[in-house]
């Protein structure tokens, strides 16, 4: 008797990629409801601490110096939208997380973000100086100043958590191979958002600029220390990541 002759077995067929839309679309269904509870709860938790302190300083409050580009740039009330915008954007990086793994990561780092942010509040509050500008015509400003008033000015916040987003944003665009146009704009959308408290005379430059290194330094770490794909052979195949896992 022979032995049977063993015929090569045909390759798998390899799954067509999916389109970036299908893979953001898939992103955004994915665990919604706990992302939007997820981060309205998020948010509630970091202004209880934030108007604690805020109205309870435990030290005595130093207030920022101006710069000339502070003289440079004007009251500019029509940027207010961009400022409040923000409690927009910072729910899209969280939003378009895939799995429950990641959007766990991504809370602890930001999470780990805005508590070192409370505590450089906690050991040394600030404040922007004293302005004479009259707000009484711009719808908004009056209640702006007095919910979010000049204290806890350095480092921005506003501007920590931007970056922040702006940069697991691109990262996520990235991934899902999105038009470049669409990482365009949401680096022009956190310009927005930075300029917009200078433009509005919330913040400082100091207080920007110790708002981008701040949120840097726990954005960019979070590119290397989150879930690889290893962990997400459910996420959609949309050919070669730019940015790599690790």
Same mark, same amino acid.
């Given at each position: ?8 077995? *045909?390759?798998?067929?390899v ?21 939007? #509870? ?10 209880i ?9 435990a030290?005595?409050?130093t ?9 440079l ?8 939208? *961009?400022y409040l915008?923000?409690?927009l ?5 969280p939003g ?5 793994r990641?959007?766990? #990561? ?13 505590s ?13 500008i009259?707000?009484t015509?711009?719808?908004?400003f ?7 008033? *000049? ?7 506003? #501007? ?6 702006a940069?697991?944003l691109?990262?996520?665009?990235r991934?899902?191979?999105?038009? *470049? ?16 408290t ?6 400082v ?5 110790a ?12 590119l ?9 052979g459910?996420?959609?195949h #949309?050919?070669?990541?730019i940015?790599?896992?690790?």
């Amino acid at each position: 008797m022979h032995s049977p002759i063993s015929l090569p077995l *045909a390759p798998a067929p390899v799954p067509a990629p999916r389109t970036w839309t299908a893979d953001i679309g898939l992103r955004i269904r994915r665990h919604f409801l706990l992302k939007a #509870v997820g981060t309205t709860a998020f948010t509630w938790l970091f202004f209880i601490g934030y108007f604690h302190l805020l109205r309870n300083p435990a030290f005595p409050v130093t207030v920022m110096p101006l710069t000339a580009l502070d003289h440079l740039i004007p009251f500019q009330p029509y940027t207010l939208g *961009a400022y409040l915008s923000l409690w927009l954007y910072v729910g899209l990086a969280p939003g378009l997380q895939l799995t429950f793994r990641e959007l766990v #990561v991504y809370g602890l780092w930001i999470g780990a973000l805005c508590l070192s942010g409370l505590s450089l509040f906690y050991f040394w509050p600030t404040q922007i100086p004293p302005l004479s500008i009259d707000v009484t015509g711009f719808p908004g400003f009056a209640m702006l100043q007095g919910v979010d008033a *000049a204290g806890n000015a350095c480092p921005s916040m506003h #501007v920590a958590v931007a970056i922040f987003t702006a940069i697991r944003l691109e990262q996520v665009l990235r991934d899902a191979r999105t038009p *470049a146009l669409l990482r365009v704009l949401n680096w022009a959308w956190f310009a927005a958002i930075a300029y917009s408290t200078l433009a509005v005379k919330q913040h400082v430059v100091l207080d920007v600029v110790a708002g981008a290194v701040l949120g840097m330094a726990f954005a960019l770490p979070s590119l290397r220390w989150r879930p690889g794909r290893r962990f997400r052979g459910d996420s959609p195949h #949309v050919g070669a990541d730019i940015i790599g896992h690790h």
